[in-house]
């Protein structure tokens, strides 16, 4: 059985038509919607920028994407496998035939959404060896600067600095920060990561210690302290921290890698300073014991100078044995003297015989014997030295000469080569010049051939004219020429003037063409059946 003939009124559409009329009517049916679901296939960022997955329940599942700029400013990111309530709008894909839904906002579904976020980022923070009680410091026993990174509106930093005040005044740095909301927790890390920075000594002092502070609420208004940049950011901090966010039953991440952790803001500052009343007393107390520690120590070693003194003898009993040896070398001390004087005078005797004049001419002949040796000597080893020298630069001249010449005609031969290879290459660029030329004349050929071929009064050697109006502008539809119209007719041999006829059929109706994508907003016009005869031009 034949096909059934299409309608002649039935309108046709291009697909690229209707994708985009299917396009405006899901984006007007559904302009702004939220969906829950379960995030799948998402692997991270594309490179791009963007981010591309899916949401899905038991039984259905949306394409979804979220554009670079709004994956910026998102404080909740997507992660694989979380059930999430998403904001956005509905579009059409039409390069695959597929809806999806453009996502502007992103938040997780429920609190127990946000406890598995916690749990799995706990995990992977502990495996990388943040939460370790090795890495955590001690705290000082006594700072002299102390940061508080808070809100400065708050009734924490009052708890604070209230409490400070009781226990120990000390020096106060705060540094102003959102503790809640969009862009919270980008500045408690810049906070610690600041402190951090300032220079000891510096015109701002460098604090001893750092307390991170915040009362208490629901898990999503804590939720800044659990985000990786806030724990990265502790954790890289060479200041002892203290963690005092929410109650004594809030914990959040911050608390795992902080070297501290209280369980109120005032419980952080009692933490951070002693009580000085506290202390004044135990000084008292230690100054007390000290004196009379020292006290008995007196005491005691004055008992035992006592009794040294009484098991001492006597003066005169002490200086008996060294008296008597003093009289005994005093009455061996003039025999001592003679005896040496003796010795001395012999062993000057014996020097003064072997001194006469006949051994100093003696010695002074040999001297001169020596004098005169070391000058003939020296007078040979000059002429030898001076000899030597001479042959050695006359051996290094006839080497400089040799060099020399053997040097120029190096030159001249590496001359010699250059100038060769420079004729060659001048060779290569005269032919490598004609090659070129012969390439451009053959494209320049080659581009006037096309431009013959592409040219309109090819298409009029054929037996096609070309219509224009008065203005010499080309017509191209009879909607375009009025009634008594002058038009000029153009052939492959000149030009003919003609007016149209006022009595002339209707057009044939055109197929439609494709719509630019600057008009793709714009409703279709509405398709009117026309006659099929062509109609007379004139």
Request: glycine letters at 8%; charged letters at 25%; aromatic letters at 6%.
């Amino acid at each position: 059985m034949p096909p059934a003939e299409p309608l002649p009124n039935t309108p046709e559409f291009t697909v690229s038509e209707l994708s985009q009329s299917l396009k405006r009517t899901v984006e007007d049916t559904y302009g702004h919607v939220r969906v829950r679901g379960e995030i799948s296939g998402f692997r991270g960022a594309h490179s791009s920028g963007h981010c591309y997955f899916a949401l899905k329940d038991e039984s259905a599942k949306i394409e979804a994407v979220i554009w670079k700029g709004v994956h910026g400013r998102m404080r909740f990111k997507p992660q694989e496998g979380l059930e999430v309530i998403a904001t956005g709008k509905l579009t059409t894909y039409p390069g695959s035939s597929k809806y999806q839904i453009v996502i502007e906002a992103l938040e997780p579904a429920g609190i127990g959404a946000l406890m598995a976020l916690m749990e799995e980022r706990k995990k992977k923070l502990a495996a990388e060896g943040l939460f370790d009680e090795a890495r955590k410091q001690l705290l000082p026993w006594l700072p002299e600067v102390i940061g508080v990174v808070t809100s400065p509106t708050g009734a924490v930093i009052r708890d604070i600095l209230h409490r400070l005040e009781d226990r120990f005044p000390r020096h106060v740095l705060v540094w102003p920060v959102k503790v809640q909301g969009e862009g919270s927790a980008e500045q408690v890390a810049a906070a610690i990561r600041g402190f951090n920075a300032l220079p000891e000594g510096g015109r701002i002092p460098r604090p001893d210690v750092l307390i991170v502070a915040r009362g208490g609420g629901s898990l999503e208004d804590l939720w800044s302290f659990n985000e990786e940049i806030v724990v990265r950011a502790a954790a890289e901090s060479m200041i002892p921290l203290i963690s005092a966010v929410g109650h004594e039953t809030d914990i959040t991440l911050i608390d795992f890698v902080a070297d501290k952790r209280a369980p109120t803001p005032t419980a952080a500052a009692e933490m951070a300073v002693p009580v000085r009343s506290e202390l004044f007393v135990e000084v008292a107390d230690l100054a007390r014991r000290t004196r009379a520690y020292w006290q008995r120590a007196h005491e005691s070693r004055r008992s035992e100078l006592r009794a040294a003194a009484r098991a001492l003898p006597a003066a005169g009993d002490l200086l008996a044995i060294p008296r008597q040896r003093l009289d005994s070398a005093s009455s061996a001390l003039p025999r001592g003297l003679k005896a040496n004087t003796h010795a001395h005078f012999r062993r000057f005797t014996a020097a003064s015989s072997k001194l006469t004049l006949r051994v100093l001419h003696g010695q002074v002949a040999q001297a001169g014997h020596r004098l005169t040796v070391c000058g003939e000597r020296l007078g040979l080893s000059a002429r030898s030295l001076l000899r030597q020298r001479r042959d050695r630069f006359a051996g290094l001249e006839v080497r400089l000469r040799a060099s020399r010449l053997s040097n120029a005609q190096a030159q001249r031969n590496a001359i010699a080569r250059q100038r060769e290879r420079t004729q060659r290459l001048s060779e290569r660029a005269g032919r490598a010049l004609i090659t070129l030329l012969q390439r451009l004349d053959a494209r320049v050929e080659a581009s006037g051939k096309l431009l013959s071929a592409l040219s309109y009064r090819g298409v009029l050697a054929r037996g096609f004219a070309l219509v224009r109006d008065e203005a010499g502008h080309p017509l191209h539809s009879a909607d375009s020429v009025g009634p008594n119209a002058r038009i000029a007719i153009e052939f492959a041999d000149g030009r003919v003037g003609a007016t149209a006829d006022a009595d002339r059929t209707e057009p044939t109706p055109k197929r439609a063409q494709p719509k630019p994508a600057a008009q793709e907003a714009k409703p279709a016009p509405k398709r009117v059946a026309k006659p099929v005869d062509q109609g007379s031009l004139f």
